[in-house]
């Protein structure tokens, strides 16, 4: 399974929310199946921001795959100003061909989601037991000078310890920094050349997906 997602942001102040939109789409590809499932992504909504702050998702996900001919509609529902749940996500699984509805689920999306088939069966599964993967990832001393956890494991280090006015300043520097590249880079008419990604459309896709190179 490997995945090439690409994706930028607007977000928009709401009084006490913000509102961000996932601009972009991503990929998954089961390399046993040889299927590519095309996805967009839901918005994020930070409520009560002068409060308590806390986080959800709203909107709607498209997903489709051309080779088998499904795909999906997922829709997260925000919370009700009065009462109702948070978390709440309803979806239906279409194959195309027939445009029949051959799956339907509800639920919550960080809780238990119940699905319903076309034949009748029902399956119900309860996402906080299912096993966590964690994330491989290469010691930071062999990371390259660019990327994210070497180039800001000194701001991590500060946050870490409490220190917000050294993490500051270390984003300070950082900034900084890029901003003078940049001018410098303006001035000789040198463009900036990604390492790892490419322009397609309005996002980024990366150069070498895993299931073009195996």
Known sequence: MCANVHVWTKSKFMGMSIGVSMVGEG?????EQEEEYVFTLPCAYARSILTIPWVELGGKVNIHCAKSGYSATVTFHTKPFYGGKVHRVTAEVKHNPTGMIVCKAQGEWNGT????????????????KLPI?????RPIAKQGPFESRHLW??????LKEGNIAL???????LEERQRAEERQRAASNTPWKPKYFM?????WVYCDPLWKTH
Do not use: P, R
């Open 27 to 31: 990929i998954l590809y089961l390399m």
């Open 113 to 128: 989601l119940e699905f319903t088939y076309s034949n009748g069966e029902t399956k119900i599964i309860d996402t906080t």
């Open 133 to 137: 993967i964690h994330k491989k990832i």
């Open 153 to 158: 494991q000194q701001v991590t280090s500060a």
């Open 167 to 173: 993490a500051t300043d270390h984003k300070h520097f």
């Open 199 to 203: 322009k397609e459309g309005d996002g």
